[in-house]
């Protein structure tokens, strides 16, 4: 199992639904360091997915006192496949340090 932390549109169960065809049950956790900013996506099927263009995404700061709250949901490698695809091009897969010492995939600015 792959473990990805959220902190945007995939905590929403329809958008989880669309994207995995199933509800995800995950566990709150942090990312520290990173500040989110907005982004204006353009991929169509994701606007349609999640229902909007502008999206959250992740900013470095290097700054322990910057948190980010969201949710840590296991997926299957499949399942990992199928949310890179769902992410529009200005996000990229990052494996990172979460505040509660577990390390897990997130995506941020490309």
Do not use: C
């Not at 942090?30 to 994701?46: C, F, H, N, P, Q």
């Not at 910057?66 to 496949?81: A, T, W």
């Not at 890179?84 to 494996?95: F, K, N, P, V, W």
Request: aromatic share 8%.
């Amino acid at each position: 199992m792959e473990t990805l932390f959220s902190y945007g549109s995939l905590r929403d169960e329809d958008v989880q639904v669309a994207v995995f065809g199933r509800k995800l049950q995950g566990v709150s956790d942090a990312i520290v360091g990173y500040r989110l900013e907005s982004v204006t996506i353009t991929d169509r099927k994701s606007i349609a997915i999640s229902g909007k263009a502008v999206h959250q995404i992740l900013e470095p700061t290097g700054q322990n006192s910057d948190e980010i709250e969201g949710m840590v949901f296991q997926l299957s490698e499949r399942e990992l496949e199928l949310a890179d695809t769902y992410e529009d091009a200005a996000y990229r897969r990052i494996q990172v340090p979460l505040r509660s010492g577990r390390e897990a995939w997130v995506y941020a600015r490309a």
